[in-house]
């Protein structure tokens, strides 16, 4: 912020803070949070709110059971979709990652001990999915140099009753998927976040403890997201809601942090130079830094030494890029009852520089920085507050009204009506060798047909694995990677082609 | 039967109106042998108004908040298409026409050669009259995703970014008057303007030509590599090498795809990463004077990898002759290119991962699962100046 900016803004404040603090004998109005209005805004779906993540299986497929000394990847490249993998106790050194839709990787327990997957320090990250309905559960993850686990992309996932230790850059980080349940993780010593939600839609984190870590969980440029239940502790951060520049999907909205414990997170700050968590500082309970629509509800935030709850915006963070496309702000925060003790017994010279603006000394609960549009906040005098001025009272006392902010039957998938597919098949690979009449690289569509007029399985057949016909032609690529829905969807495309 | 004849005479005539019509608006294409394509190219689907559009494999697919960044499975940004074929096909004739340039010496394709990647295989491109550039040719492959063009993030589409090569001083060295006046004065260019622009009163004038010249990029599209294949569902596709790749490639140490993000191989952004400037080339401010904005000083759209490895050498001044240089630049240590007394802001991904140099192989190997030149347009043998030599 610039000298000037900051002057007069402490002159706006302490102008507020006097007229404020002469209306301060008058008793407080409380609200009670038990009933009353809840939340009307955020996600709305059509359908029912969801249980799951992962749609319950109808017909189980096969299960693949792997022993300790045998390799988990081998088992989920012979899988099927459907199919279960069950990973007995022992020691798995390896990367596993699965690369097909459908597919539960399920560590066993016995009298206590777990598969484990162990990095040795060496080995990059422990599991990567990029598929649709993955399950995995029951690991213990260690000494991997990146993340435990990693999702890009999938939709539909469940990542629960995991234990993740010392483990790199994220313990657990679905990125750019819709729909995801990370629940009852314990997740420890991580350098960057525990357990990130970067760029994804529609997430419930729920039932975890994060301890140890520079951030315990953070919601990064996503929306649809609920934070619950979870013990966010001795971390340097507990739980983040952010909206990081520069990064290719721009907001964070519609967030909700409720029944939470963040303690004591206090760790001094050990992520890596540059990287966005590094500029945290140590004793943050819950920072929202430019994410809008997020309701804090009913956690303990307690004994954290910067602030309970700190609100800001992007120019109070010196060491990130600037983007002209994403919002700085933080936009209609909503703060309902939450018990705070002990926050802000050790803050930082930016808290005290903009507490001083309000003549407030001591502890802090919650700080807000910046604007902030649309906040409001119910029984403000409860807590020690530096910036809120401008909260108006929430007309709404809880979130009751939302479960969670799944998507009940799953993200959607795109339809491709039969006769669209075969077209974007053939125009999307074969007219690089073929074209309807005369050759190209391969034989014109007109031989083609002649040859297997109403015959689309035997070209389907060909396509599958080709063989050499024509001496004076190059041997044609297999199209095998297109599913057989498409295969035969494009031959009959090709057979009816008219030009 | 009344309705067959009754159709054949309708179509006969049709035909017969369209080859005069053809006759009268463009006489001296019709003389000069250049007529224009009524097909669209490869990947593409006539449409009822006489539009060409994109058909790919990564149609079946969604994406979050429909970026087009993710996975395997997810599709692609959205994309430019609508064009007509002959609008198409005059871009493809332009595209390779050397009067485009002020001393009709430099076509497009010289510094965006379909045999090098759409690039030019040079570390900093030289203009019409022999002047260094500053900075390197991108490929133009697959440049219908972009959402922003250069390497600084200056042009908001494909017209207004050929605007800039056409008039810079340094690169074609053209101006306005003088770029119409060439082309009027080629025998051709009038009739095929008019048969690519029909609307248009006077088709020959400058938002023609770059319409045509967008048109024609937007055609340049490559997504059947080895690794799309992998991508649809062969996991055989990418070799054991490949594959190891792929893994370091999206691995939370390398972080490759995080700005290199799937399908597109790029997230489109701005991002300052400190590659050093070639030997006594001072340090290039990139999109901090887009934005005018201090914190993306030598900041840079973070390119494409798709058919990579077809346009050595890289980054934005080319200071890297080979894919595995360019690669280990980002295991040195952040910042160990700044010079002293320069201050970047870089990229939080820019970290020190400490790869291997197995590794480093093996992203180059994947790299390489990444081209696929199938829909390579076809060269003009001559162009309507006469000026191909």
Request: proline share 5%; with cysteine.
């Amino acid at each position: 912020m610039n000298n000037r900016i900051k002057i007069v803004l402490v002159i706006i404040t302490f102008a507020g803070g006097w007229i404020l603090g002469s209306n301060n004998n008058t008793a407080p109005v409380i609200t009670s949070s038990m009933g009353g209005a809840s939340y009307a805004g955020g996600y709305q779906a059509d359908q029912q709110q969801a249980e799951g993540a992962v749609a319950l299986r109808t017909e189980q497929g096969q299960v693949h059971v792997v022993n300790d000394g045998d390799s988990i990847q081998a088992a989920v490249e012979a899988a099927q979709p459907g199919d279960t993998i069950q990973v007995m106790p022992g020691t798995y050194s390896e990367t596993v990652y699965i690369d097909k839709d459908d597919i539960h990787l399920l560590g066993v327990i016995q009298g206590g001990a777990r598969a484990t997957m162990d990095g040795l320090s060496k080995l990059n990250d422990a599991i990567l999915y990029s598929g649709n309905n993955i399950v995995i559960e029951n690991f213990r993850i260690t000494k991997y140099k990146g993340n435990g686990i990693m999702g890009q992309a999938g939709n539909n996932f469940e990542i629960r009753n995991n234990v993740i230790v010392d483990t790199g850059i994220y313990g657990i980080f679905p990125q750019l998927g819709t729909n995801g349940l990370v629940e009852h993780n314990v997740v420890s010593g991580i350098e960057d976040a525990a357990i990130y939600i970067g760029m994804s839609d529609n997430i419930h984190v729920a039932y975890n403890e994060v301890f140890d870590s520079v951030a315990g969980i953070e919601i990064e440029n996503s929306r649809h997201a609920v934070v619950e239940n979870n013990n966010a502790h001795n971390n340097t951060g507990g739980i983040l809601a952010f909206v990081t520049p520069g990064l290719p999907i721009k907001t964070t909205y519609d967030v909700i942090i409720r029944n939470n414990f963040v303690l004591d997170n206090n760790t001094p700050n050990f992520g890596a130079p540059g990287s966005i968590v590094s500029g945290i500082p140590a004793g943050t309970g819950i920072l929202v830094m430019a994410a809008d629509d997020v309701i804090i509800e009913g956690n303990i935030i307690s004994g954290n030494k910067t602030a309970g709850i700190i609100v800001n915006d992007h120019s109070f963070a010196t060491t990130i890029t600037m983007d002209v496309e994403s919002d700085p702000n933080s936009d209609r925060t909503m703060i309902l009852d939450n018990v705070m003790l002990n926050n802000g017994y050790d803050t930082i010279a930016e808290v005290k520089a903009v507490a001083l603006t309000e003549l407030h000394t001591g502890l802090v609960d919650i700080v807000h920085v910046g604007p902030s549009e649309g906040s409001c906040i119910i029984n403000r005098h409860r807590y020690r507050t530096v910036g809120i001025g401008d909260y108006a009272d929430c007309d709404f006392t809880n979130t009751d009204s939302i479960d969670n902010y799944l998507v009940a039957g799953g993200a959607e998938r795109r339809v491709i009506h039969p006769s669209e597919r075969g077209e974007i098949a053939y125009l999307g690979v074969c007219t690089g060798c073929h074209s309807y009449t005369g050759r190209l690289i391969g034989p014109s569509v007109e031989v083609i047909q002649a040859m297997y007029a109403g015959n689309p399985e035997g070209l389907v057949a060909y396509i599958n694995a080709p063989v050499k016909v024509r001496d004076n032609f190059p041997p044609m690529p297999a199209q095998n990677y297109l599913d057989a829905e498409t295969q035969m969807a494009v031959a009959e495309y090709m057979l009816a082609l008219e030009k | 039967m009344m309705i067959g004849p009754s159709r054949q005479s309708d179509r006969k005539a049709k035909v017969l109106f369209g080859l005069w019509a053809v006759l009268l608006i463009s006489p001296y294409a019709w003389a000069s042998g250049f007529s224009l394509n009524d097909q669209c190219p490869p990947s593409f689907a006539l449409d009822s108004n006489n539009q060409c559009q994109l058909r790919n494999l990564y149609q079946f697919y969604n994406s979050l908040q429909d970026q087009g960044l993710g996975g395997l499975k997810t599709a692609l940004p959205n994309h430019r298409d609508g064009f007509s074929p002959q609008q198409i096909d005059l871009g493809r004739l332009l595209f390779f026409d050397p009067v485009l340039s002020g001393n009709k010496d430099l076509s497009c394709a010289n510094c965006h050669n379909p045999a090098l990647g759409f690039s030019d295989g040079m570390a900093r491109s030289v203009g019409a009259s022999g002047q260094v550039h500053s900075r390197s040719a991108p490929t133009l492959w697959n440049s219908a995703f972009l959402k922003s063009l250069l390497w600084d993030a200056r042009a908001n589409n494909l017209e207004q970014q050929a605007l800039g090569p056409l008039f810079s001083e340094i690169e074609m060295g053209n101006n306005p008057e003088q770029l119409l006046a060439n082309l009027n004065q080629v025998e051709a260019y009038p009739g095929l303007f008019a048969q690519a622009f029909p609307s248009s009163e006077d088709a020959l004038v400058i938002a023609n030509i770059t319409t045509a010249l967008a048109a024609f990029q937007s055609s340049l599209i490559s997504l059947n590599s080895p690794y799309d294949r992998y991508a649809h569902g062969d996991s055989k596709a990418l070799n054991p090498d490949q594959l190891e790749g792929l893994n370091v490639f999206r691995s939370f140490v390398a972080r490759c795809s995080q700005c290199h993000t799937p399908p597109l191989f790029t997230n489109q952004q701005v991002a300052v990463i400190g590659t050093p400037e070639p030997e006594g080339m001072a340090r290039d401010i990139g999109a901090q004077a887009t934005f005018g904005a201090e914190r993306l000083r030598g900041g840079f759209k973070v390119p494409t990898l798709r058919n990579i490895a077809l346009t050595a050498p890289y980054m934005h001044s080319g200071r890297f002759a080979t894919l595995r240089e360019a690669t280990e630049f980002y295991t040195k240590g952040r910042g160990h290119a700044v010079p002293e007394g320069e201050e970047l802001l870089l990229h939080w991904h820019i970290s020190e991962p400490n790869l291997t140099a197995t590794e480093l192989d093996r992203l180059v190997d994947f790299m390489g699962a990444l081209s696929d030149e199938s829909f390579m347009p076809k060269i003009p043998e001559q162009v309507p100046s006469g000026l191909l030599h």
